[in-house]
């Protein structure tokens, strides 16, 4: 098997673990911790040894993983990769119980932009963060992860809606709440969610005694995938974004002899609904990090200046059904390469610079690579890039890999395109200047 499709299934094994942000945070922790990266917590002091890993997670959510340089951060900068653990999905609302016409349901939220009718007729499990007290009335948290399907949206038969192939409007309060079973008779007394959940959680070995809250998302059970006559395509949920995250994670665990700069991992939470918590890029998490590596403010201005930030989010490769959603010049391709975002308004926070240099790194690297501008009629999109460049003036550059039905339940990317990138990131990290 070729190196490039063990990377593939390593990267289709991730996807698959990791339902949510918190399983995302978890599979990302035992690979740091088989290659001997150390846990920090942000109460305690950090002693520090050149050469040595380290990673530390905020909110179960969002992880810091670095490793640092035999130079001094002053001196070399840092060269920081970032993504973002979540993905646009339906989650459980706090209370949502429903019985609807004999059927069991709960009410969702949509959050963040679901491309909402590819989440109808799924085989849908459930997967998250519970909290609850245990016997002795102490507050803990367990992940949970049905894995099994529990759980369907199913859609109008079009006998009843003949213009659905015209214009099928989804309300997302009526239409999104998914079937879990047949109530039985008693009606939505007979049905409550956190016994269910504590049913759960026993059946899995924890003791408590009461489900006090929970964040919990649906997610679709079919499995990642090899697709195409020749395997050219990976098709998978959450592409967006843990295929950058397990790209940057792979990228440097696999830089694990000392490098004159120190290199670091961010991967926030919340980049889908705008960033803006104390886990997401927006917040302090990673301005506190690098404040406290450098030492002082001397050392930290000096750090940033010669920094760079490579933000990974996926981009969206010119559909063939749909050529004319590009500018004509900038579409970028499947497996074609990793592709710079460029966008005058800053939307991404690539420049004429950083863009010369991330060409340099695929160069070195005997990648091809590409660009992407929206067409000029066309709103778009962002990244963690310009909140990254805004919070930490520093230098950075917005690319990605290039996919098909961003924002989908399922998605595709080209099976040359994550490991193209992986190895621009590796150059990053080792080339010796900036």
Request: include cysteine.
């Amino acid at each position: 098997m070729q190196e490039r499709d063990v990377f593939n299934q390593g990267l289709m094994s991730f996807l698959q673990s990791s339902p949510t942000p918190a399983h995302a945070v978890l599979t990302m922790t035992q690979h740091l911790q088989e290659a001997g990266f150390v846990q920090l917590q942000e109460g305690d002091e950090w002693p520090f040894q050149p050469g040595q890993g380290y990673y530390l997670i905020r909110g179960d959510r969002s992880l810091v993983a670095f490793r640092l340089g035999h130079e001094s951060l002053a001196e070399a900068g840092v060269r920081m990769m970032g993504a973002h653990t979540d993905s646009p999905c339906l989650k459980v609302k706090p209370q949502a119980e429903l019985v609807r016409q004999g059927c069991l349901q709960l009410g969702v939220e949509v959050y963040g932009g679901v491309l909402q009718h590819t989440w109808f007729d799924r085989d849908l499990s459930l997967a998250g963060q519970v909290y609850f007290r245990n016997e002795d009335g102490l507050l803990q948290s367990a992940l949970l992860d049905l894995v099994e399907p529990i759980a369907v949206i199913p859609s109008l038969a079009i006998h009843l809606n003949r213009e659905a192939n015209k214009n099928s409007e989804i309300n997302a309060q009526l239409h999104l709440p998914p079937v879990l079973g047949v109530a039985t008779e008693g009606g939505a007394g007979e049905f409550v969610f956190r016994r269910l959940l504590a049913s759960w959680l026993k059946r899995e070995g924890h003791l408590l005694a009461e489900v006090i809250d929970y964040d919990l998302s649906f997610y679709d059970t079919q499995p990642p995938a090899l697709v195409g006559l020749e395997k050219e395509f990976i098709s998978s949920a959450r592409l967006d974004n843990l295929l950058s995250c397990y790209i940057g994670l792979q990228a440097l665990l696999a830089t694990d002899q000392p490098q004159a700069s120190t290199s670091l991992l961010v991967c926030n939470d919340h980049e889908e609904v705008g960033s803006a918590s104390a886990i997401g890029a927006e917040g302090p998490f990673l301005e506190s990090v690098l404040r406290r590596l450098s030492g002082n403010e001397q050392q930290y201005q000096r750090m940033m200046a010669r920094s760079l930030l490579i933000s990974c989010d996926n981009a969206h490769a010119v559909h063939p059904n749909y050529p004319d959603k590009h500018d004509e010049k900038h579409g970028p391709k499947i497996n074609a390469g990793p592709v710079i975002k460029v966008n005058a308004n800053q939307r991404y926070a690539t420049s004429s610079e950083t863009s010369a240099l991330f060409a340099g790194f695929c160069a070195a690297a005997g990648v091809p690579c590409q660009r992407f501008v929206v067409r000029s009629d066309m709103g778009c999109g962002s990244t963690i890039g310009p909140i990254a460049a805004t919070r930490l003036g520093v230098r950075v550059v917005d690319v990605g890999a290039p996919q098909w039905a961003m924002h989908s339940i399922r998605e595709t990317v080209g099976s040359l395109d994550a490991w193209y990138l992986n190895r621009a990131l590796q150059t990053f990290i080792t080339q010796s200047d900036l």
